[in-house]
């Protein structure tokens, strides 16, 4: 080969075959029209189904008892009525018939690349087996969305990440794998060396949580930093909501002087959501998946009403996940997206959970509700909590938020009394409000915890 061959060569992106302006990873399934969607997705739940059923002994007497076989479904409706929805529960309970994996799994351990678990924020951890099919798929899920907002092989990626035994943004890792850029990794640092790393390596991509991107910046402020002057363009979020708050995502973009964009996840079925690349929220992947959105009936929800987001994944070969609830309520929307993506769009990401709910006389609340409505209030911050506790007739709910740094004492009463009108105003009912100091609210590296709920401690 010559010298000009080799010149030629390093011109080229890696992805050669990809329009470097395109907006699209795969602009033959991100554009696919909705009835070749759903002919996609009948193909591939049948045979799913025939696999699980076959292979899993959990699915097999989950449908045995149900009286369905996989030949049984001949069209999506058949699934969507016939198919009975699973739980992390019950996956957790399979599992623990003969730890670790019990009847949930369809591979031998034999093809297991990483061994993974939920949090357990919410309870038992739930296990997660990788296998090198499924470790590739997760990871092309996220390249949709780096693609899509313009990140490319040149980029380099911070991950200011602790790396365990959570999937977090393992599958984030293996997408920048897929895409061909560089990686760098702040685990194992503090925020302040790892402030320190992004100002000597000029990453152009931050990979965390909204919160944690909010304290990295308020930290740099101390520091004597303005992460704005800094490398970073893009900030690319997942594991709680964020960017897809408007609110939030502007004091992310302000601090970072970047645009801030999200993926929605479920650890256990996939980066199942890359972000819209004109923010208007998150793009089920359907070619890697099924999902539909439910009513507390469990009957679907009209375009733009809200439900829970119910998955199938088929991706997610290892421990298959077959009409999952994921308790996250999600808004519906399957008209064409200002981005040319035909999938499904969650608008504004995910909006809250079944299981945060609270019931103040008769009106459901759901803390994202609230954490919209902060910047109706002059001087508050991005930085809340939210109490439930059990009251003489209904349950007492208490917001304490932060005020932004240099705001006088004396406007906390006001803030409070005027915050209060707006979530009277605006959700309906009477919702305690405490001003309290700036930064006396924890900060947090992965998913922060927003809602505190003191009913069962005290039943």
């Known amino acids: 080969m010559s010298v000009a061959d080799v010149n030629l060569l390093r011109k080229q992106p890696l992805l050669s075959a990809r329009s470097q302006s395109g907006s699209f990873w795969n602009e033959y399934t991100e554009t696919m029209p909705r009835e070749q969607l759903n002919e996609l997705h009948l193909k591939r739940l049948q045979a799913l189904l025939r696999y699980a059923y076959d292979r899993v002994p959990f699915y097999h007497e989950l449908y045995k008892e149900a009286g369905l076989a996989p030949e049984d479904i001949r069209t999506l409706d058949d699934f969507n009525r016939y198919v009975p929805t699973i739980d992390k529960k019950d996956l957790v309970k399979a599992q623990s018939a003969d730890p670790p994996w019990g009847d949930s799994v369809a591979?031998?351990?034999?093809y297991y690349l990483y061994h993974f678990q939920?949090?357990?924020?919410?309870?038992?951890?739930?296990?997660?087996?990788?296998?090198?099919?499924?470790?590739l798929q997760y990871g092309e899920q996220w390249a949709y969305l780096y693609w899509g907002v313009g990140i490319r092989p040149h980029d380099s990626f911070y991950f200011a990440f602790p790396w365990g035994m959570y999937t977090g943004f393992w599958s984030a890792y293996w997408g920048v794998r897929c895409l061909g850029a560089t990686v760098i990794s702040g685990g194992g640092l503090n925020s302040e060396q790892r402030l320190h790393q992004i100002e000597l390596l000029k990453p152009t991509v931050l990979v965390s949580t909204p919160t944690y991107a909010l304290y990295?910046?308020?930290?740099?402020?101390?520091?004597?930093?303005?992460?704005?002057?800094?490398a970073i363009k893009y900030?690319?979020?997942?594991?709680?909501p964020g960017p897809g708050i408007p609110t939030t995502r502007q004091a992310i973009e302000v601090a970072w002087g970047a645009k801030a964009y999200e993926l929605y996840g479920v650890g256990e079925a996939g980066a199942i959501a890359p972000g819209c690349p004109d923010?208007?929220?998150?793009?089920?992947?359907?070619?890697?998946g099924y999902a539909t959105v439910l009513d507390s009936s469990g009957n679907p929800v009209g375009p733009g009403e809200v439900g829970e987001n119910v998955i199938t994944s088929y991706i997610q070969m290892a421990q298959p996940v077959i009409k999952y609830r994921t308790h996250d309520l999600v808004r519906a929307h399957y008209d064409v997206c200002s981005c040319g993506r035909t999938w499904l769009l969650?608008?504004?990401?995910?909006?809250?959970?079944?299981?945060?709910?609270i019931t103040i006389k008769g009106t459901n609340v759901y803390p994202a509700a609230i954490e919209y409505l902060l910047s109706d209030v002059p001087g508050l911050s991005n930085h809340y909590e939210l109490h439930v506790a059990p009251g003489r007739l209904?349950?007492?709910?208490?917001?304490?938020?932060?005020?932004r740094p240099g705001t006088p004492a004396e406007r906390y009463v006001p803030m409070?009394?005027?915050?209060?009108?707006?979530?009277?105003?605006?959700?309906?009912?009477t919702i305690n409000v405490e001003v309290v100091e700036p930064s006396s609210l924890p900060r947090y590296e992965l998913k922060a915890k927003r809602f505190f709920d003191h009913r069962a401690k005290k039943a």
């Open 416 to 429: 409070e009394k005027d915050l209060q009108a707006v979530l009277k105003a605006k959700i309906g009912v």
């Open 118 to 135: 939920t949090s357990g924020s919410t309870g038992t951890p739930l296990k997660i087996p990788f296998s090198l099919h499924t470790q």
């Open 346 to 357: 969650y608008e504004g990401g995910v909006l809250g959970r079944t299981d945060d709910m």
């Open 216 to 230: 990295l910046a308020e930290l740099a402020k101390e520091l004597g930093i303005d992460t704005s002057e800094t």
């Open 107 to 110: 591979l031998s351990p034999d």
């Open 394 to 403: 209904n349950d007492e709910v208490t917001v304490k938020v932060e005020p």
């Open 235 to 240: 900030t690319i979020h997942a594991g709680e």
């Open 279 to 288: 923010q208007q929220g998150c793009h089920f992947g359907e070619d890697q």
